[in-house]
Each structure stands twice: as structure tokens, then as C-alpha cells.
């Protein structure tokens, strides 16, 4: 978190990570609110990108390369106001793997979609972030 201090700073926290999944967390507060009564849309994104994110490196670290990371592209969407708990969950570890081995097999970066879903207490779906990470040998 020492690389993210404004995700921190919002609340956002890693509660769950292993080789297949990440899940964060965050509180709706003060000082990640928007002017609609529900939790600010970039705080989502910081929480959803690091379920995603903390894959990434935690994979990269385990190959023992030297691989650069970066978020090409992303997509969101919105269903219900964010309030309460949000966890947010990225299941993708496998598409990681292979990007890794193809990027160590060929020499040549990679790209690949990953998804985390945001949910309320309730268990309803509050928000869908798609990150697209690029990843190559350094």
C-alpha cells in the first residue's frame, strides 16, 4: 500500500489474495463520497484495480523475471449506488499465467482483459471494472 496512498487513504484494502483470486475491500465514508449520497466512482476503480493489480504482480514476482506491468485500457459499469461494504473480486489468475509464460517463451508483450465485480452487503452488483494490462520483459 506504500505505492498506493490515495487508495489507502480512501479505505481500500486486500483481505483475500492467492494464485487464483484477489478480493478488496472498501467502506463507503466521508471521504470517498460523491455529491449523489453513494461512494465516488474513482475509489471503486482503485479498489477494482487492485484486485486485478495485486494478481499481477504477485504472479510476475513468483516468475523471477524482470516484467514491466501497465493498464492499457479499462471499462466500467455501474448498476446500483455504492454504499455500505464493497467487496470487489477478481478471479482470473490463470489468463496471468499463460500472459507470463507467452511473454517469457516469445520475447514479445502480452495484453489480456481481467474483470472484478464489485458487490454491496446485500450481494447485489454495484459496479464492473475490466482493466486491460500489458505486460513485457524488461
Given at each position: 500500500?506504500?505505492?498506493?496512498?490515495?487508495?489507502?487513504?480512501?479505505?481500500?484494502?486486500?483481505?483475500?489474495?492467492?494464485?487464483?483470486?484477489?478480493?478488496t475491500?472498501?467502506?463507503?465514508r466521508?471521504i470517498?463520497q460523491?455529491?449523489?449520497?453513494?461512494?465516488?466512482?474513482?475509489?471503486?476503480?482503485?479498489a477494482?484495480?487492485?484486485?486485478?493489480?495485486?494478481?499481477?504482480?504477485?504472479?510476475?514476482?513468483?516468475s523471477?523475471?524482470?516484467?514491466s506491468?501497465?493498464?492499457?485500457?479499462?471499462?466500467?459499469s455501474?448498476?446500483?449506488?455504492?454504499?455500505?461494504?464493497?467487496?470487489?473480486?477478481?478471479?482470473?489468475?490463470?489468463?496471468?499465467d499463460?500472459?507470463?509464460?507467452?511473454?517469457?517463451e516469445?520475447?514479445?508483450?502480452?495484453?489480456?482483459w481481467m474483470q472484478?465485480?464489485g458487490?454491496?452487503?446485500?450481494?447485489?452488483?454495484?459496479?464492473?471494472?475490466?482493466?486491460?494490462?500489458?505486460?513485457?520483459l524488461?
Amino acid at each position: 500500500m506504500m505505492k498506493l496512498p490515495a487508495a489507502w487513504m480512501c479505505g481500500v484494502r486486500v483481505k483475500q489474495m492467492d494464485e487464483n483470486g484477489c478480493t478488496t475491500a472498501v467502506r463507503y465514508r466521508w471521504i470517498n463520497q460523491n455529491p449523489f449520497g453513494s461512494m465516488f466512482w474513482a475509489v471503486q476503480g482503485m479498489a477494482a484495480e487492485l484486485a486485478t493489480g495485486a494478481l499481477v504482480m504477485g504472479k510476475i514476482k513468483s516468475s523471477g523475471k524482470r516484467i514491466s506491468m501497465l493498464v492499457a485500457n479499462n471499462k466500467a459499469s455501474f448498476s446500483k449506488k455504492a454504499k455500505g461494504r464493497i467487496i470487489f473480486s477478481c478471479q482470473e489468475g490463470g489468463k496471468i499465467d499463460y500472459a507470463i509464460a507467452r511473454t517469457i517463451e516469445t520475447g514479445e508483450g502480452q495484453t489480456f482483459w481481467m474483470q472484478a465485480r464489485g458487490v454491496d452487503e446485500a450481494g447485489d452488483t454495484v459496479s464492473v471494472f475490466d482493466f486491460e494490462w500489458t505486460i513485457k520483459l524488461k
